[in-house]
């Protein structure tokens, strides 16, 4: 079956750690895509990449970083740097960049110990 | 700019009522898509519909129906005869063809369908 796969499902960080959340998907779609969710709150987007090897900064992309050496991945690292990093991550994927549909993934969450 | 607005919160219904959530959304492009996607308490968006600007056609999926309309900028959802099932937040998107190409997402409507 094809679609995108997370994880861990959940994932606990300790002050001043970098954590990296996986994002796989055998769509063979092009472009990719992190948001972030917090609690009674639309999704916005920390990075996209639009191919491999590039990728560009969204709404809220200080903290984190990222990287697309494949096509088929795109993990997202939560840097030390993002002061409030607890929240529910979704990661996605389109066949271009631009108005095409998204599909997502099941979402990690990430918690400050 | 573009902005999506959905502006229930949350809604409650008992099982077989109909109910309609609403979407009013911003845009200066003349091409654009809008989507409805659910997010069951699992957490995983679950993609529903996309409708270009052009298409100003109802559609019907089932108990699922979506209502557009350009002059009142509006992409409504309604589900008709709701069962516990459809309990889920449920988010209207936006995606302009010419600026920026990005989602823009509201921020949902928790709907809660009792038994």
């Known amino acids: 079956d094809g679609g995108i796969t997370q994880s861990p499902k959940y994932l606990f960080r300790k002050e001043g750690q970098n954590v990296t959340l996986s994002c796989e998907q055998n769509?063979?779609?092009?472009?990719m895509y992190w948001y972030r969710q917090d609690p009674g709150q639309g999704l916005r987007l920390i990075y996209y990449s639009q191919i491999v090897n590039d990728f560009q900064k969204g709404d809220i992309a200080e903290g984190y970083s990222v990287s697309r050496e494949k096509k088929e991945s795109f993990p997202l690292t939560v840097t030390s740097a993002q002061k409030n990093p607890t929240a529910f991550y979704l990661c996605a994927s389109s066949i271009y960049r631009g108005p095409e549909t998204q599909y997502f993934g099941p979402g990690t969450r990430l918690l400050v110990l | 700019a573009q902005k999506v607005t959905q502006a229930q919160t949350e809604i409650s219904v008992v099982e077989k009522e109909d109910v309609t959530l609403d979407c009013v959304y911003e845009?200066?492009?003349?091409?654009?898509?809008l989507f409805w996607y659910k997010q069951p308490p699992s957490g995983e968006l679950v993609f529903l519909i996309r409708?270009?600007?052009?298409?100003?056609q109802n559609e019907i999926s089932g108990r699922y129906s979506w209502n557009f309309q350009k002059s009142t900028s509006s992409f409504n959802f309604t589900i008709t005869a709701s069962q516990v099932v459809d309990s889920a937040v449920y988010f209207c998107a936006l995606s302009e063809s010419n600026y920026g190409q990005n989602f823009v997402f509201g921020p949902g409507t928790r709907l809660s369908v009792l038994p």
């Open positions: 845009t200066r492009d003349t091409t654009y898509y």
């Open positions: 769509l063979n779609h092009d472009a």
């Open positions: 409708r270009n600007s052009f298409d100003e």
